[in-house]
Each structure stands twice: as structure tokens, then as C-alpha cells.
């Protein structure tokens, strides 16, 4: 069964300035995708980025970026020039390409405090 | 274009009453899901349905029930309440194809006392 670990429950980084959240997970599939979701207090859950396996190059929206590690089996998310709206819930997610169902699997979150 | 709808958005339940949450999605998915959301704790499937007349187990099952009449509806059931399913339960949809995302309603909290 696949698993998703952040090992970071809290995160704080002080606006404008970067940050990175750590995401590993263990698969023994090759094809799959993998997923940064925000959770504001609002408990909307909002994608933020998505990066496909069989795809060596990293996601990129804006502001927010991946690096993807397959051999690692890393996924980590770094937000540049960070604002206060982007204090929340972070989850990273897995879902496999094979497995029909197209469900997620999710990790346990990360809280990020971004300091004025 | 409403999205996925979730009611109600709270509710106090006594132990071993029931209640049904409600989600319905107006944007034609086959595939939906429920997930619970423990404190600190990701999201963890309850139950999927693939499409209308179709359902299946999820990881954390016991304890609820689903069905799914119509493409739209995917109403969840807690026949007993028990204070271990005080969570913030998520229903998602999807469609029927591996690269795109699901869409998320806004949660129900539920506290059972």
C-alpha cells in the first residue's frame, strides 16, 4: 500500500522571504501522480500544484514550485516571496495512474505560519 | 456552476443517533468520495462510488453507509453516532479521466457527544 509522510507538522517563514515543505511517500508503482493541497481556515481544500511521475520536470504555478525526486521518492514544495495569505494547512497526496478508483492518499499536514 | 455542495456545514450529535450528510456536485462527475479528516491527521477515504448504482469501501468504512441513486447525490449515513467519528468529513468528485484534479466541497463538522 502506498504511504504519504510529512515529517514537518509546523513550518514558519516570515513574508517575502522562501520556504520549503517536505513530502516523501513510498510506492512501488512507477506511473502516478502527486499533489499540494491548501487548506485555509476557511477547511476549503484548494489545489495548489500537481506534478505527473512519468514527467521530469518540475511543476511550477507562479509563486510555488516542486521538486520532484522520483528515485527519492521526494516532493517537496518551496513558495517564493511568501504572503500572508498563504498561512494555512498544507497536505501533500498520492494517486495512482493504475489504480481505477483515481483516490487519494494523503499525508498528515504541515502548518504554515507566515510572520508580518 | 455551484461545484460540490456539502450540508449541513455543522452538527451536534448526541451518541447513537443517526443522521445522513448531504453532497451533491452539478458538474456531471462519475466519480465521488467521502473522506474524513481527523485533528492533525490528513484526509483518509471513507467510501468512493464510481458512478450511479456503484459504491465501494473505502479505508475507514465502519461505521457508515452510502448509496448513490443518481449521479448527482452521494449522501453518507451514520446509523449509530460514536465519539470516534467526531471529524471534519470532505465529499470530492472527479471525472472519469486520470489527469485531472478533484474538486472538494467545504466540509462538515461533525461532533458527536
Known amino acids: 500500500a502506498q504511504t504519504v509522510t510529512q515529517s514537518q507538522p509546523e513550518m514558519s517563514v516570515q513574508e517575502a522571504e522562501t520556504v520549503t515543505l517536505s513530502c516523501t511517500y513510498d510506492?512501488?508503482?512507477?506511473?502516478?501522480?502527486l499533489f499540494w493541497y491548501k487548506q485555509p481556515p476557511s477547511r476549503q481544500m484548494i489545489l495548489v500544484i500537481r506534478?505527473?511521475?512519468?514527467?521530469?520536470q518540475n511543476a511550477t504555478e507562479n509563486r510555488f514550485s516542486v521538486n520532484f525526486q522520483k528515485a527519492a521518492k521526494s516532493f517537496s514544495l518551496k513558495i517564493s516571496d511568501s504572503q500572508l495569505g498563504d498561512a494555512a494547512m498544507y497536505f501533500c497526496?498520492?494517486?495512482?495512474?493504475?489504480?481505477?478508483?483515481?483516490?487519494?492518499?494523503f499525508g498528515s499536514g504541515t502548518r504554515l505560519l507566515v510572520r508580518p | 456552476n455551484a461545484g460540490v455542495t456539502q450540508t449541513p456545514k455543522f452538527r451536534i450529535l448526541k451518541i447513537g443517533q443517526s443522521m445522513t450528510l448531504q453532497c451533491t456536485q452539478d458538474?456531471?462527475?462519475?466519480?465521488m468520495y467521502w473522506y474524513r479528516q481527523d485533528p492533525g491527521m490528513g484526509l483518509k477515504l471513507i467510501y468512493y462510488?464510481?458512478?450511479?448504482?456503484?459504491?465501494d469501501k473505502g479505508e475507514v468504512p465502519n461505521g457508515y453507509n452510502v448509496s448513490r441513486s443518481t449521479t448527482e447525490d452521494f449522501p453518507l449515513r451514520l446509523e449509530l453516532a460514536a465519539p470516534s467519528q467526531t471529524s471534519v468529513y470532505f465529499c470530492?468528485?472527479?471525472?472519469?479521466?486520470?489527469?485531472?484534479?478533484?474538486?472538494f466541497g467545504q466540509g462538515t463538522r461533525l461532533t458527536v457527544v
Open positions: 470530492a468528485s472527479k471525472i472519469n479521466r486520470g489527469n485531472t484534479e478533484a474538486f
Open positions: 510506492t512501488s508503482e512507477s506511473d502516478y501522480y
Open positions: 506534478q505527473e511521475a512519468y514527467k521530469q
Open positions: 497526496a498520492y494517486r495512482s495512474a493504475v489504480d481505477s478508483s483515481y483516490k487519494l492518499i
Open positions: 458538474m456531471n462527475h462519475n466519480y
Open positions: 462510488s464510481v458512478g450511479a448504482g456503484i459504491t
